[in-house]
């Protein structure tokens, strides 16, 4: 967009528009930008509005998490064009954070004290959100695909597994369900949340059990962050609970990252050996030798994380 376009979109209120640039962030759709005008810098969305009651349960969300202080708060909204505007957080970003042994443990802190605040509010006017089914879902129609990979049939008994251990537990709480590290902002002192799309009721470890698995830890330190984020030790059936859940997103993204390039015959290898790890992938993506933004990419970051819930981790 240009400044104009913002200019037009916007309230008289926030001043004169000085700078606009395109932030490349997730695979939602969404259209974002960070706008810098005379009252400060904010970060405009605009998503497409092809379900309206969808996103007024976004909406519900994104207000309320706002108001609590765990998304950026939210200073002007256009429901008709699905337009939102929240002040930019500046900071380094939560990877880097991760990466720098200053800032790791406070950001990991500030992270289970986050996760925590969130699942304690009201979960009025959200729905259920089933991470389980989502994954089962997203199987059934890649495994119909050409070149969905036969080595990847182990991993459907997790979901029957995690299915099972969940069945007499049935504590939902309000929840992010897309926890990834892009998700996640660090402004020097503390997270916080962004992207919202997929919030929605669901069992309180699972966004711990999602963002551990992209952060690359073992069980047990995931287990060491759950067991933060709760403030209580786990007891067995919940250690186990947990670690189910994280082969739940290792599938559920498995699936949804090969569910975006169009052709897996040719990219995807016939055998799991030939797969790479999850951390030589992680290194492919940060000497650029693959990109996320590229269907290769897509699809081979799909199979390392379905290797990864076949052979575990």
Same mark, same amino acid.
């Given at each position: 967009m240009t400044v104009d376009e913002v200019t037009r979109l916007l309230p008289a209120r926030f001043g004169t528009v000085?700078?606009?640039?395109?932030?490349?962030?997730?695979?939602?759709?969404?259209?974002?930008?960070?706008?810098?005008?005379?009252?400060?810098?904010?970060?405009?969305?605009?998503?497409?509005?092809?379900?309206?009651?969808?996103?007024?349960?976004?909406l519900v969300v994104r207000r309320l998490t706002s108001d609590a202080g765990i998304a950026p708060p939210l200073e002007w909204v256009d429901e008709a064009r699905g337009v939102t505007l929240t002040q930019r957080i500046g900071g380094q970003g939560f990877t880097?954070? +991760? /990466?720098?042994? %200053?800032? !790791?443990?406070?950001?990991?802190?500030? #992270?289970a004290r986050t996760l925590g605040k969130l699942h304690s509010l009201p979960g009025v006017g959200l729905v259920p959100a089933d991470p389980i089914a989502f994954a089962r879902e997203t199987w059934r129609v890649q495994r119909e695909r050409p070149g969905f990979p036969t080595w990847a049939a182990?991993?459907?008994?997790?979901?029957?597994?995690?299915?099972?251990? +969940? /069945?007499?537990? %049935?504590? !939902?709480?309000?929840?992010?369900?897309? #926890?990834n590290p892009a998700n996640v902002l660090w402004?020097?002192?503390?997270?916080?949340?962004?992207?919202?799309?997929?919030?929605?009721?669901?069992?309180?470890?699972?966004?711990?059990?999602?963002?551990?698995?992209?952060?690359?830890?073992?069980?047990?330190?995931?287990?060491?962050?759950?067991?933060?984020?709760?403030?209580?030790? +786990?007891?067995?059936?919940?250690a186990e609970a947990f670690v189910a859940l994280r082969r739940v997103a290792m599938v559920f993204y498995g699936t949804i990252f090969l569910s975006l390039a169009a052709d897996l015959e040719s990219i995807v290898p016939g055998a799991i050996d030939d797969v790479p790890s999850m951390a030589e992938l992680y290194a492919m993506?940060?000497?650029?030798?693959?990109?996320l933004r590229t269907p290769e990419g897509q699809a081979v970051f799909g199979a390392?994380?379905?290797?990864?819930?076949?052979?575990?981790?």
């Open positions: 000085r700078s606009v640039e395109a932030i490349q962030v997730g695979l939602s759709g969404a259209g974002v930008h960070g706008v810098s005008t005379d009252t400060g810098d904010y970060v405009l969305r605009i998503v497409p509005v092809v379900d309206h009651d969808v996103w007024a349960r976004e880097a954070a +991760l /990466a720098a042994p %200053a800032d !790791r443990m406070r950001a990991l802190g500030s #992270l182990p991993a459907w008994a997790h979901l029957d597994h995690a299915e099972r251990l +969940l /069945a007499d537990d %049935a504590r !939902r709480v309000p929840s992010h369900n897309d #926890l402004d020097g002192e503390r997270v916080w949340l962004v992207d919202w799309e997929q919030s929605g009721l669901t069992h309180p470890y699972y966004d711990m059990a999602a963002l551990s698995t992209f952060l690359m830890v073992d069980d047990g330190v995931g287990l060491q962050l759950l067991t933060a984020q709760e403030g209580a030790p +786990l007891s067995a059936p919940q993506l940060g000497t650029g030798a693959l990109s390392a994380m379905l290797k990864r819930a076949v052979v575990g981790g």
